[in-house]
């Protein structure tokens, strides 16, 4: 009985912990409402965030700080658990605000305004915030941007982010503009998984989508990452009408003889990314069109908390995958959860509530006051997006300053 009452202990003193937690959010947690932004813009910013205070080799849990998650008592940790049953065990990590293409869907033309750099998580923050969470029993973390290759100690982050004991996968989302050049060193320092995104086979629509040149480079990336073995390579292409939506079969066709998962993605609603519905090309539409011309597609068993509904065309090397948020959300499977570059934790990623973890973390709170931040934060993540119409009319950040 020692267990199931201890178990209930826990999970009580999650609840009364409520009461401090609203003297932190007070004094730390209320400041993250309003960002903090200069009118710095992409081109005027020419410096990447570096750690003036590196802790390089010497990051490591500090002696004073116990380990709150105990296997015995809790199989998966209270505080990143919510009132829907959900385990969030995928931490998705913002690198950097920073990106040297300006994707339509992603940001404005004219770049947004970036956070002061010493706003920005550092390379230690970074390091101890992944620690706190793969303790509670995260053991995916997905490393994004902004473009997250652009951040000059990216190898070290994963270096030091392999040596977490229980964390299994170390991931990226990259626009694989320098991926060619580095992909050997990021495998070496133990990536895992690489998705990359890729709008358009065509070189002069890919330029006009991401405003920058590019494609052969980015092109050079995903052959990089085949002849290094990863397998699925996965390619996000965001489907927008009248802009790509023509590139359907020619990017299904790209699964028979190599193995990529491309995956489509369903245009979502974003400050100054100009969403409009009549651009969004459905799901049902995308799939429809493909059986067309492979009417045999097999549709493939997926995972407990996948997002993507994957498919396969029979003998194909590799799969197609939709990422169906607008038309069809997977919010009842939802086990991520998010940390922008400027350290704050968004729950969900159509949702305009953050916390900032930096601001605590800075204020020298310890491991278990953090701990009931999130754990609050977490419980209120509510049980669904407010679907497509309402996100669109809803204030949030432009995707780069959320993490893509």
Partial sequence: MAAPVSMCCRLFDRNGALTRVRKLFARR????????????????NELELTDSTIAGSNFKTRATQKRLRDDSILPFSAFLTDNFGRRHNYLRISLTEKCNFRCQYCMPEEGVKLTPRGQLLSTSEVL????????????????????????????????????????????MTTNGMNLARLLPNLKDAGLDLINISLDSLVPAKFEFIVRRKGFHKVMEGVEKAIELGYSPVKINCVVMRGLNEDELLDFAALTEKKPLEVRFIEYMPFDGNKWNFKKMVSYQEMLDRIRQKWPDLEKLQAGQTDTAKTFKVPGFKGQLGFITSMSDHFCRSCNRLRITADGNLKVCLFGNSEVSLRDVLRSGASDEELLQIIGAAVGRKKKQHAGMFSISQMKNRPMILIGG
């Fill in 29 to 44: 947690v209320n400041r993250s409402i309003a960002r903090s932004c200069s009118g710095v813009t992409h081109e005027e």
């Fill in 128 to 171: 101890t915030l992944a620690r706190l969470f793969v303790q509670e029993g995260v053991d995916k973390i997905r490393l994004t941007g902004g473009e997250p290759l652009i951040r000059p100690d990216v190898l070290h982050i994963i270096t030091e982010l392999r040596k977490l004991e229980g964390l299994k996968t170390i991931a």
